[in-house]
């Protein structure tokens, strides 16, 4: 009995031990600038997911510790390294995260600054934000052309957005709006709906064991806890999550009226995609399958009644002959006899117009065009309401009104936008567009006759808590609906009726016959499909390139705002003219602040450049080809702008005169004034370098003069000497020693000459050669080669050039000088320059060798920079080689090359620098 109670009591404690998890503290890293869901306040982390985590610790009597990641990978790094057990929320993106099973969804969403008024396209290219890697893969398959910026937290991605650095930044909806909200930025941008999707938020962890403790642990919780917690970060019902988990609670008038009520519901026949009957005569499309959600929430009794005239349905509506209306919208005049629930879904209301008409903006532009819309549509009472001026062409149904476009009886037809698209592309016809949208939206909503109040509270409370992602299911199935051509059924029987002629009457014909007849039919059959394939190819390759154009389009207005280009056009007899946002904006104007004409044009003409402008217009006239011309405007009275205008007449009449002009403006001041500090620049360096050769030539007058000097103080000091002693000097010593005066004196001056004629050159093409040039630059340095202890060779070939012979010298001076320079700064006993210069293919080729062991590799590429020197201060400007450079290229059509090499003189092995000279023969 004891040894039963005792392993009995072993059993309970192993029961007990098994029953407690193994681990009870858990460490969790959040990112403290994701708003609402983590972050910091009062030093301690703050948010909807901590409150969570809190609620599962408190329900499992599990101790938390948080950890700030301080940005976003960081936080996920930490689970990934082991330093913590849980990554706070997000959505398994990379193959070694366990995610738990998902506990919330939070909606991303693309945002811009309010100010960017252009349409986005997944298509074109873009510079996108995102904070961390979560999206990356997402934003890659959908912008496929965009570039991606992975920001560490949201400071720096909301400073680049708002300053326009990026072009769209795509994260977390609420928790952008949140962080914009307290950061003051939140009137600065605005998101748009081109790219938003659910995204899960689950625990991450490194190891399954983990997920399993959490997935367990969250079972603890309900619904209505984690709805409470919710609440109190979430202010608006719509972007709740577990609002979607909670039923209707209708009153119980609601429920007997539902109960005891048959609900009479009108149908458009035809209204794709949103309302229209089936083959099999139930109602089908867009609002009829969210009327079923509602129906089958409600559990309503319905009787459905088709109609063909929308104004007969909102009749039946008036005389309470129907019930309800489930897909249109709410006026002003029809809340007289009906009720409206809340919006289930929300459209834009577009413009459809030739293929070859421009985008629209706005309705403003096309406000003095006639245009047709569907009477009494939805469409045609709000621009009623809204633009009760315009010219409107009323049509009994969608076909009519965009067949009036086609035929060219309205310039455009107005109606909600998955509505035309669905039509356009259902009636096949190809030469209609979507060329904008209005400024209004087309709410979609249920309509009640006025004396239901009870159906209409119930119907607005089961809206309220439809599952947004079925409604988005719904339209998106309806957006991808493809449209089968109508058959010529007419044409079927015309052709199998040929065909049955044909058979009889080879009946009677010989079997040689049947057999060719035969092998002809399947020969066109042939050909038949060949030209259907073909014709589908061709149709595929016309879609192709109508993508093409639009995104050159696209691409051409973008790179106009980000060159600053302003465009224009000008309608010769209609004396009108239209200018670009850009063109506006280069004139001092916000766009469409004036209405432009040539005399305001003409009065921000500089004075002295008004005749460059009206000639420019009066040659277009009367020209055919494209004209460029420069002019300057004043704005303000003080400052000046240099623009381009290129221009040319694109389209004339039958008589050939000229109706249309387009063109350009380009702002040119910036490029001005490059160049005239430019012409200050080169005007600079040039007098620098003479400067430097004079005092190098200076340099060189002494070499020149010391010896020739020296001879002539001997002499006369001898003289001198004489006379003191002896007191006269025999006459053929006198005569010697003045012949020697005289001698060197006639050497200064020529040297003198030399000289001259070397800092006055002539700057006149002669035809010389190379080798006289050389010797001539050489004589010049005689002196200061001698006093360096310098050996030169010269291999050079019979040339004869034509070109700058003074340029020239002047940079073999200058190469020739650094080489010396280079020689006597190292202490190199075998000193030696190697001249060379060949022929080759028309070119001249002059090598320029050294054994100064060459220029370090590091400054190789600054060589020719201006100012660029190796040398003390006192001994170089650093402007010498910049200028050879700039004369080799610019005077005399050639180039200069810089390389370290080694080469062989008189069987010895030398290494330094190689300066080769490249430049046509007549340069």
Request: hydrophobic letters at 35%.
């Amino acid at each position: 009995m004891l040894r039963f109670k005792t392993v009995f009591a072993l059993f309970l404690f192993s029961c007990f031990l098994y029953a407690q998890p193994f681990k009870k503290s858990f460490t969790i890293s959040y990112d403290p600038n994701y708003a609402p869901f983590s972050y910091i306040k009062n030093n301690k982390p703050q948010g909807l997911l901590i409150d969570y985590w809190k609620l599962w610790a408190e329900k499992n009597n599990y101790k938390l510790k948080f950890v700030n990641g301080k940005l976003w990978q960081n936080s996920i790094d930490l689970v990934k390294n082991q330093k913590v057990d849980f990554f706070l929320g997000t959505e398994v993106y990379e193959s070694w995260m366990k995610g738990s099973k998902p506990f919330y969804q939070s909606k991303t969403a693309l945002f811009i600054h309010k100010e960017t008024s252009k349409n986005f396209a997944k298509d074109a290219s873009y510079v996108i934000g995102i904070i961390g890697k979560d999206y990356k893969e997402a934003i890659k398959s959908n912008f496929p052309n965009s570039m991606i910026v992975v920001y560490k937290d949201y400071d720096k991605a909301i400073e680049d957005l708002v300053s326009k650095k990026i072009d769209l930044l795509y994260d977390d909806k609420i928790a952008i709006e949140f962080y914009t909200l307290q950061k003051g930025h939140f009137h600065e941008i605005k998101h748009i709906d081109l790219l938003s999707e659910l995204s899960d938020i689950q625990a991450i962890a490194l190891r399954e064991e983990l997920i399993d403790i959490f997935n367990k642990g969250f079972q603890k919780i309900s619904t209505e806890e984690l709805s409470d917690i919710e609440s109190k970060w979430i202010i608006n019902e719509k972007f709740k999550f577990y609002n979607q988990f909670k039923s209707v609670n209708l009153t119980k008038e609601e429920l007997n009226f539902i109960k005891n009520t048959k609900i009479n519901v009108s149908v458009s026949r035809a209204w794709k995609p949103f309302s229209f009957e089936s083959k099999s005569h139930t109602p089908t499309g867009i609002s009829s399958e969210v009327w079923e959600l509602l129906e089958e929430d409600l559990n309503l009794n319905t009787k459905y009644t088709f109609f063909n005239d929308f104004t007969k349905q909102l009749e039946s509506i008036k005389q309470k002959q129907q019930d309800v209306i489930f897909s249109t919208g709410k006026t002003k005049d029809r809340e007289n006899y009906a009720i409206f629930t809340k919006p289930y879904i929300s459209f834009p209301i577009s413009i459809v117009t030739l293929k070859d008409e421009n985008f629209i903006e706005n309705i403003e532009q096309i406000k003095d065009k006639k245009i047709a819309v569907g009477e009494n549509f939805t469409a045609h009472k709000l621009l009623k309401e809204n633009y009760p001026d315009l010219n409107l062409l009323l049509v009994k149904s969608i076909k009519e009104g965009l067949e009036a476009v086609e035929c060219k009886d309205a310039f455009a037809y107005i109606d909600i936008k998955p509505n035309l698209a669905y039509n356009i592309g259902k009636l096949g016809l190809e030469t209609l567009k979507i060329s904008g949208n209005t400024d209004l939206n087309f709410a979609l909503r249920i309509m009640i006759r006025k004396d239901y109040p009870l159906l209409h509270s119930a119907l607005d409370k089961t809206i309220e808590s439809l599952d947004k992602q079925k409604i988005e299911n719904i339209i998106n199935k309806w957006e991808n609906v493809q449209f089968e051509d109508n058959f010529n059924y007419n044409r079927l029987w015309i052709a199998l009726s040929v065909i049955f002629t044909i058979v009889i009457i080879l009946i009677f014909k010989n079997q040689s016959n049947i057999k060719q007849n035969k092998l002809l039919k399947e020969k066109v059959e042939e050909r038949t499909k060949e030209l259907k394939q073909l014709n589908e190819s061709l149709e595929i390759k016309v879609e192709d390139k109508t993508k093409e154009l639009k995104r050159a389009n696209y691409l051409l207005d973008e790179a106009q705002k980000i060159a600053h280009l302003g465009s224009f056009q000008y309608e010769i007899k209609k004396d009108e003219l239209y200018w670009s946002n850009e063109h506006f904006k280069m004139f001092g104007f916000y766009p469409n602040q004036i209405k432009p004409t040539v005399d305001i044009l003409l009065s921000y003409v500089h004075e002295d450049d008004k005749k460059i402008v009206k000639s420019h217009l009066n040659k277009l006239v009367s020209s055919k080809n494209k004209l460029v011309n420069e002019f300057r405007i004043v704005i303000n009275k003080k400052t000046i702008k240099y623009l381009q205008i290129t221009s040319k007449i694109t389209k004339f009449d039958e008589k050939n005169n000229p109706l249309l002009i387009i063109g350009t403006i380009l702002d040119i001041s910036k490029i001005k004034k490059l160049e005239q500090e430019k012409r200050e620049k080169d005007t600079i360096l040039a007098q620098q370098s003479k400067m430097a050769a004079m005092g190098e030539m200076l340099e060189n007058i002494a070499h020149q003069w010391r010896q020739p000097l020296s001879i002539i103080s001997t002499v006369s000091t001898g003289m001198q000497l004489n006379l003191e002693i002896d007191n006269e000097i025999p006459k053929q010593h006198l005569l010697d020693n003045v012949r020697a005066i005289n001698e060197h004196t006639q050497y200064l001056s020529k040297t003198i000459d030399d000289f001259r004629n070397f800092f006055n050159p002539n700057k006149e093409n002669t035809t010389f050669d190379v080798a006289s040039c050389i010797d001539k630059s050489l004589y010049l340095i005689t002196s200061k080669i001698k006093s360096s202890n310098i050996n030169l060779t010269k291999k050079i070939s019979d040339i004869k050039i034509t070109t700058l012979e003074s340029e020239l010298t002047q940079v073999l001076l200058n190469i020739f000088n650094n080489a010396i320079d280079a020689l006597n700064q190292q202490d190199i006993k075998d000193k030696q320059i190697y001249i060379l210069a060949t022929k080759e293919n028309n070119n001249i080729i002059i090598s320029i060798k050294d054994s100064a062991g060459g220029v370090p590799k590091k400054i190789q590429t600054r060589i020719f920079e201006p100012y660029f020197t190796t040398k003390h201060k006192s001994q170089g400007t650093g402007i010498g080689l910049y200028m050879s450079s700039q004369i080799i290229t610019k005077h005399l059509n050639g180039n200069i090359k810089l390389s370290n090499e080694q080469f062989i003189l008189n069987n010895k092995s030398y290494f330094g620098a190689n300066f080769k000279i490249i430049f046509p023969q007549n340069s």
